[in-house]
């Protein structure tokens, strides 16, 4: 094979997984690299089995949050919403509720959720910010309400295996995550409804004259994300054996940033699945390394903010690459 034919190939590939894809796959190997340097035992299959599960509820919502910030919209209720719900599937089990009828409950919660989310959004107009954040400040108190404040134990073996169970010698938890990305990755980027979701992040209302129905749109993306975060409010409830309303708090966070680092843009339009698997592996490792290196609590969360501001940098440069491109390429096509 030529260099020339050698040099066409490479940028193929280049071209195929994308600059920034590049740059935050080299950032993980980075980020690996240090955390084992520093830690030998970081990079053990023992551990890396345990980020994954680490990384499994903020994985599920970071799928959810894929959808809806390409859409133009965000969540900040997934963390309150996970605690509820986990909280809510210990209470019904501590009654003798049989396991599919809890799980069913549960599930429909977390899509209640996204409807109600979706209809403050679509019916009385607020903004998503605070839409969620009202609905962030209701699910946490519903957690703490229907518990009376108390953890409830779980001891449902059925409930458990969802947490502890293991095929191929990998968690549960962590196959459903992959099942997640898989399933919702290819609905974004291969469906119809995916190529809506783009649409109308990049502009409702020519989305709404090319037939498109934003509001539809939208609540289907709220709706993926409740159901989502449902499930992930199941699976650590499940690990800890115990429903625990003051759980997950900052987990939505956690997504955004992910979501953001893998290339999403904050503003809609643009982003896919691949971009967020990436983000999801970054952050875990990022915070499963500052725990075994014994970084204080304190200054984990100042990590993570600083993450978060270089998730959002990130965003605000490739925005204005992307109008500058775009606007050389209208300059040229009027010449």
């Not at 190939?9 to 690299?33: R, T």
């Not at 962030?136 to 957690?143: E, K, L, V």
């Not at 978060?308 to 096509?333: G, P, V």
């Amino acid at each position: 094979m030529s260099n020339i034919e050698t040099k066409k190939e490479k940028n193929g590939i280049l071209n195929k997984i994308g600059g920034d894809k590049l740059i935050l796959i080299v950032a993980i190997i980075i980020v690996f690299a240090l955390f084992t340097f520093l830690n030998k035992n970081f990079l053990t299959w023992a551990n890396m089995v345990n980020l994954m599960v680490a990384a499994s509820l903020v994985g599920l919502v970071a799928v959810g949050h894929t959808y809806l910030i390409i859409a133009g919209q965000n969540d900040l209720s997934p963390g309150s919403l996970a605690a509820f719900c986990g909280t809510l599937a210990a209470l019904l089990l501590s009654k003798n509720v049989p396991f599919i009828l809890t799980v069913a409950v549960v599930l429909l919660a977390g899509i209640a959720t996204g409807f109600f989310n979706a209809w403050m959004v679509n019916k009385i107009k607020l903004e998503a910010f605070i839409a969620t954040l009202v609905t962030q400040n209701i699910m946490r108190g519903f957690a703490y309400i229907i518990c009376d404040g108390k953890p409830i134990s779980i001891s449902n073996k059925t409930y458990l295996a969802i947490g502890k169970a293991r095929f191929l010698t990998i968690p549960v938890s962590v196959w459903l995550m992959i099942l997640a990305f898989v399933i919702f990755g290819f609905i974004l980027s291969k469906t119809k409804f995916g190529r809506s979701v783009y649409a109308i992040g990049g502009s409702q209302e020519a989305a709404r004259l090319a037939g498109l129905n934003p509001k539809r749109i939208i609540t289907s993306c709220f709706v993926i994300i409740g159901a989502l975060t449902a499930v992930g409010g199941i699976v650590f409830s499940s690990r800890m054996n115990s429903g625990q309303p003051a759980a997950n708090v900052n987990l939505e966070f956690d997504a955004i940033t992910a979501v953001i680092l893998g290339g999403v843009y904050f503003a809609g339009g643009v982003g896919d699945m691949f971009g967020t698997i990436l983000g999801v592996i970054l952050i875990q490792a990022f915070n499963t390394g500052l725990i075994m290196v014994n970084v204080s609590t304190f200054w984990q969360y100042v990590a993570r903010g600083a993450l978060l501001l270089f998730a959002l940098t990130s965003d605000f440069i490739r925005k204005e690459r992307r109008e500058k491109e775009l606007l050389e390429a209208s300059m040229k096509n009027i010449k």
